[in-house]
């Protein structure tokens, strides 16, 4: 009786499977349990003393009714606003720069670049003296050589969050360059050519070829920098804690306040899945909506 | 027309050089104050030569905290980081990119979709979990829960993609299996794309701040994000000080980015996205 030997698909998906193993365990322990276990702990009313108890939807309910939740909402929105759109702008200002024959191009990259190799939180204790209203804060002392007035920035609740702002703005640029280099890199100089051949020059070659077929990278970089802004922590932790009168408590600082200084679980991990929905729905919506207008070569 | 393109070539250098400088001042800022006595830091106009130089600001921040060991931790860390996710990342991009199985397009869009899941919402599950398992204060809860990238795994899957099958048939007919296949040949080949995978995670292992803040207590184990920040709530009104602890925090990871720059920036541009 001869036994049949098993087919090849079937031996390749045994050998995968080893080939995954530690991959599949670590992405299930560490990445797609807490999905569910979060949404489980955010149904308990959970102090770290005492034992966890059911209650349901409460936590999503106190959720609603909490002035200082939808206040971190819009502080994270007005941080979003400010913060992408001109990271973004910059960065293809500076890579469309960067993009051609230059003296000490790699010089110049790298000195961009820097600020994302330092840590976020290491550049916001810099930036946490630069900001300082004193007499000697770096910004303030530009002000004064331009014959601007002193501000009193991170103390100050309507400049606070533009500080955050111009911190992250810095500390992402050069990244972001990096990547519409890429994106600028990747389009043929086949369209140029014909577009020059048609007379097109200047502004003109930036709106009808570079921007059309830049369009997948630029996409990819307005998600990936929205989704990191939403989760902004470092710089507020460094710099205001949330303050002045809370004008920069971000939703990820209101979490972890919640959860690791308060050590309310069941609280922040209600706020953790109303931010997982959001960051889910907007990626979908984004998709549906931007990603069908994107042109690719 | 030609002179033109001159005048905007020159243009565009001059104000790429400008914003460059513009851009490195707060580190001039950090070097400078680092070397000043506590009463000249806040002078006006800004001295942008100490006088006298003090040295003695990193000694004196050396010794305000434990810094040899947050350095040693944060080498630890980004190292066994690092080797650990390339080991499984290359694993699994080899079964993604090479092997053709069933429920190969479901897993690698499930793969896909954690992309999608905040840092956030791990932390408070990551925490009860580990905190459980006793892992908290160890190195273990540092590292293991780093090891999973799905950006690695892309990354390297793409290159391998690039590697014609006839490699891998000739190989097996010379009896190489697969494993040697993918450890002998597949990943030294595709060595831009490993580099560019270990140094993002290299870096951002070095760089991470909010999960090492929640998994460790004991000061003996905090990385140097953490302690850094730590120390600068204790001394934040020495700047010469804080700005010495930030400058030992940032030199190491500045040394590394220069040695491997190249690397990193090509290895973006080439590797990192196609369209």
Redesign the interface.
């Known amino acids: 009786m001869a036994r049949r030997r098993p087919s090849p698909?079937?031996r390749?998906?045994v050998?995968?499977?080893f080939?995954?193993?530690?991959?599949l365990l670590?992405?299930g322990?560490?990445?797609?349990?807490?999905?569910f276990?979060?949404f489980y702990?955010s149904l308990l009313r959970w102090n770290i003393i005492g034992t966890p108890e059911w209650v349901g939807f409460a936590n999503y309910l106190a959720l609603r009714g909490d002035p200082d939740f939808w206040q971190a909402w819009l502080n994270t929105a007005y941080y979003v606003l400010l913060s992408v759109p001109t990271t973004m702008a910059l960065a293809l200002l500076?890579a469309s720069?960067?993009h051609?024959p230059?003296?000490?191009l790699?010089a110049?990259?790298?000195?961009?670049?820097?600020?994302y190799?330092?840590?976020?939180?290491?550049?916001a204790?810099?930036?946490?003296?630069?900001f300082?209203p004193?007499?000697?804060?770096?910004l303030n002392?530009a002000l004064?050589l331009v014959g601007l007035p002193r501000q009193r920035w991170l103390l100050d609740p309507r400049l606070a969050m533009p500080a955050v702002a111009i911190t992250q703005v810095?500390h992402l640029?050069?990244y972001q360059a990096?990547?519409f280099?890429?994106?600028l890199?990747?389009i043929s100089r086949e369209y140029y050519e014909q577009a020059a051949i048609d007379g097109a020059s200047g502004w003109r070659l930036f709106r009808y070829v570079t921007w059309p077929l830049l369009s997948?990278?630029t996409y990819?970089v307005l998600i990936i920098s929205l989704?990191g802004a939403?989760?902004v922590?470092?710089p507020v932790?460094?710099m205001t804690r949330g303050g002045p009168l809370d004008s920069t408590m971000v939703?990820?600082y209101y979490?972890?306040r919640h959860?690791?200084e308060y050590f309310d679980?069941g609280y922040?991990?209600a706020i953790?899945?109303v931010?997982?929905v959001f960051?889910?729905v907007l990626?979908l919506v984004q998709r549906r909506t931007i990603g069908t207008r994107v042109h690719?070569? | 027309m030609k002179r033109r393109d001159d005048f905007v070539?020159y243009a565009?250098?001059v104000?790429?050089?400008a914003?460059?400088v513009l851009?490195?001042?707060?580190?001039l800022?950090?070097l400078v104050?680092s070397l000043k006595e506590p009463d000249q830091?806040?002078?006006?106009?800004?001295h942008w030569v100490p006088h006298p130089v003090r040295w003695r600001n990193y000694v004196e921040a050396w010794q305000a905290a434990p810094f040899a060991r947050y350095f040693l931790n944060s080498a630890v860390v980004a190292v066994v980081t690092t080797a650990g996710q390339l080991?499984?990342?290359a694993?699994?991009a080899?079964?993604f990119a090479r092997?053709?199985?069933?429920?190969?397009e479901p897993?690698f869009a499930?793969?896909l979709g954690?992309m999608?899941?905040?840092?956030?919402?791990?932390?408070?599950?990551?925490?009860?979990?580990l905190s459980r398992l006793g892992w908290i204060d160890t190195y273990l809860a540092l590292t293991?829960?780093w090891?999973?990238s799905?950006f690695s795994?892309f990354l390297l899957r793409q290159f391998f993609q690039t590697i014609p099958q006839e490699l891998e048939d000739a190989a097996a007919v010379d009896g190489c299996p697969?494993w040697r296949f993918?450890t002998q040949i597949l990943v030294p080949l595709a060595r831009p794309a490993v580099l560019t995978a270990g140094l993002f995670t290299f870096?951002g292992s070095?760089?991470a701040?909010?999960w090492p803040?929640?998994v460790t207590n004991r000061e003996t184990m905090r990385p140097i994000?953490v302690g850094?920040?730590t120390f600068?709530q204790e001394y934040?009104t020495l700047?010469n000080l804080?700005?010495a602890a930030?400058t030992m925090?940032?030199a190491p990871?500045?040394l590394f980015?220069?040695l491997v720059?190249?690397q990193?920036?090509e290895g973006?541009?080439?590797t990192?996205?196609?369209?």
Do not use: C
């Open positions: 698909r079937l390749a998906t050998a995968a499977f080939f995954l193993l530690p991959a670590l992405l322990l560490f990445e797609i349990g807490p999905v276990y979060s702990v500076l720069a960067l051609r230059l003296v000490g790699g110049l990259r790298t000195a961009y670049f820097l600020p190799v330092t840590a976020a939180n290491a550049a204790i810099v930036w946490f003296y630069v300082h004193e007499a000697g804060g770096l002392e004064r810095w640029l050069g990096v990547l280099l890429a994106g890199q990747n997948p990278t990819f989704i939403f989760q922590f470092s932790y460094i939703l990820v979490l972890y959860s690791f679980f922040a991990s953790a899945y931010l997982f960051l889910f990626t690719y070569q | 070539r565009v250098q104000a790429l050089v914003g460059a851009v490195a001042v707060p580190f800022w950090m104050t830091v806040f002078t006006q106009p800004i080991v499984v990342s694993m699994a080899y079964a092997l053709d199985f069933y429920l190969r897993l499930l793969f954690t999608m899941i905040p840092e956030p919402l791990r932390l408070v599950p990551n925490f009860l979990v293991v829960p090891m999973i799905v795994i697969r993918l870096i070095w760089n701040f909010l803040l929640i994000q850094v920040a600068f934040g700047p804080a700005m930030s925090a940032v990871v500045l980015f220069f720059q190249r990193f920036i973006i541009i080439r990192g996205l196609k369209g």
